[in-house]
């Protein structure tokens, strides 16, 4: 998958030990057979850990792949990210990094920044935008620590983040021309059904938590399709690309299933008209599937 290749695209190292303003942390990237008891062992081997919650579906009880992690200092948190962050645990490489919730709470004014080098970390994020005074910067991360690339930045006032489009957008970064706009409400972003597409509907689709993707590649298989769309930060429930009956042979389309129609709006959002295998996909709700 050229998009996502894994050597292409490091995981975000941290540059130095930066104590968090939270001693809790997000562990992503998790075996779905690991326990809070297992992962509070692993994690005990460098501080002092309070609780550790593996998050689950309330409906299923099964595992969401991520976990977070209280120390009982953020001196101790900061310690966590150095060593644990990119080490294997289960045979899988963790993703550790500052709990952002009681972030996404603050509020503020959003601006968006695509384009990004995969490289980009949000200390250089920081560097790149400080003349503008964010009050947040966050490069978006997949489950297991790699780049989206594209961050998110956070401003006090609109003023502050205006000036800061008006600066930054069309910059060359690293090569890369920034794209860096006001970042737009998920019920904002929900693409519309054009008039010349099946059906010709002019409002948009109605979500449901199947994706139908087509434009996929003759050889992409289930697993290409899996991979990819892990990407979007929720891990499907099941990626099927559809074949012929009678000799096997890729149809050129597929089904991505999620738990639930916000996870599978994010990642049409994020992954619509994006590489697989050298193709752009088309993602849009698959219409066969009530969301009631």
């Known amino acids: 998958m050229a998009a996502y290749n894994d050597e292409a695209v490091p995981v975000q190292q941290p540059s130095a030990i930066q104590v968090p303003s939270t001693a809790t942390l997000f562990v992503g990237n998790l075996a779905w057979s690991t326990t809070s ?11 002092n850990v309070l609780s550790v919650e593996v998050q689950s579906h309330a409906d299923t009880g099964r595992s969401k792949g991520w976990a977070l992690v209280t120390y009982s200092t953020s001196e101790e948190a900061a310690v966590a990210i150095t060593q644990l962050h990119g080490h294997d645990f289960n045979d899988r490489p963790l993703n550790v990094r500052v709990d952002r919730s009681n972030v996404e709470q603050m509020g503020g ?22 003349q503008f005074n964010p009050f947040d910067v966050n490069v978006k991360t997949t489950m297991n620590g790699r780049s989206r690339g ?28 920034l794209d860096v706009r006001i970042d737009r409400p ?3 972003r929900r693409p519309k059904r054009a008039a010349n597409e099946e059906g010709g509907a002019e409002d948009a689709q109605e979500p449901t938590n199947t994706l139908f993707v087509t434009n996929l590649d003759w050889k992409s298989t289930d697993d290409d399709l899996f991979q990819h ?18 000799n096997g042979r890729s149809k050129g389309w ?19 008209n994006t590489d697989l295998d050298s193709r752009k996909i088309r993602v849009r709700f698959d219409k066969n599937v009530s969301s009631s």
């Open 150 to 177: 594209f961050a998110i930045v956070r401003f006090d006032t609109p003023e502050r983040a205006e000036v800061a489009i008006g600066t930054m957008q069309g910059f060359i970064f690293e090569g890369r021309t």
């Open 109 to 130: 004014t959003l601006v968006f920044v695509g384009n990004l080098p995969w490289s980009t970390t949000n200390e250089q994020l920081l560097e790149l935008f400080g």
């Open 254 to 272: 597929g089904l991505v299933m999620y738990e639930t129609p916000e996870e599978a709006t994010s990642a049409m959002v994020q992954l619509n």
């Open 37 to 47: 008891e297992d992962l509070k062992k692993y994690c005990a081997a460098v501080g």
């Open 186 to 188: 998920l019920t904002d």
């Open 229 to 246: 769309f892990s990407q979007a930060g929720s891990t499907p429930t099941s990626a099927a690309v559809q074949k012929n009956e009678a």
